[in-house]
């Protein structure tokens, strides 16, 4: 599976938009890009994924560039517990089995 | 989504005894699940994958003796912590595939915390 990276950190102010970048420049033609997010002390949550279009569901909207060698994560009205470690990551989605978490993005959302 | 249960949530044991952790699918068949490490301030670490009726397949670095993985039904694998020492305190999280859905999606479970005096 391609190697992805994060920034450890970063910063938002409730009620604005938080936007999570992520670059696979190495991704492959057949693996997608997934988004999961882990709130203090739980298990990871699964948001979002895509191939080559953008997406949305009820919690965020995935951007995936052209090249697909980078994406962001948005959500759109960041709230007090969105704060979470957000992980992406890529892999097969059919073939693969396994999950393989970096270290991911800690976004803290202040008031 | 689909529901992932762990039992126990919190743990406490002493040195050398053994410690079993359930992870349960709630309402689907899960054909595989996979067990992962987690210590504090450091990101999931895969232990193992297991397989329904088949035996588990561990990641390099994770003593099959020592963390015994049975998968013996489609809703229910558990994992026995044997001879816990103090550095096997540790956050423990399993997930399930659910093998219906069309992008094999993985379900976590809400995580035990195991603490070895």
């Known amino acids: 599976d391609a190697k992805t990276t994060q920034p450890p950190s970063m910063d938002c102010a409730e009620g604005r938009a938080a936007n999570l970048p992520c670059n696979h420049s190495?991704?492959?033609?057949?693996?997608?890009v997934y988004w999961y997010r882990q709130i203090h002390s739980q298990g990871p949550q699964y948001i979002i994924h895509?191939?080559?279009n953008n997406e949305t569901n009820e919690m965020a909207s995935l951007i995936i560039t052209e090249d697909r060698k980078s994406s962001t994560l948005i959500l759109p009205h960041a709230t007090l517990r969105d704060t979470a470690v957000y992980y992406c990551?890529?892999?097969?989605?059919?073939?693969?089995?396994?999950?393989?978490f970096g270290q991911g993005t800690r976004l803290t959302i202040n008031p | 989504g689909a529901v992932v249960s762990q039992h126990p949530s919190r743990v406490i044991c002493k040195s050398g005894t053994s410690v079993k952790i359930e992870c349960r699918s709630l309402d689907f068949q899960a054909t595989t699940m996979f067990w992962y490490r987690q210590f504090p301030k450091k990101s999931l670490m895969l232990m193992a994958t297991s397989n329904e009726g088949s035996k588990a397949t561990y990641e390099q670095g994770v003593e099959k003796d020592k963390f015994l993985i049975n998968h013996a039904s489609l809703t229910l694998s558990t994992l026995t912590v044997t001879s816990a020492h103090p550095e096997d305190s540790s956050f423990y999280i399993c997930?399930?595939?659910?093998?219906?859905?069309?992008?094999?999606?993985?379900?976590f479970g809400p995580g035990t915390r195991l603490t070895v005096l």
């Open positions: 895509g191939l080559k």
């Open positions: 990551i890529v892999r097969v989605a059919v073939k693969a089995q396994k999950l393989v």
């Open positions: 190495t991704i492959s033609g057949n693996e997608y």
């Open positions: 997930s399930a595939r659910d093998g219906q859905g069309a992008y094999n999606e993985q379900f």
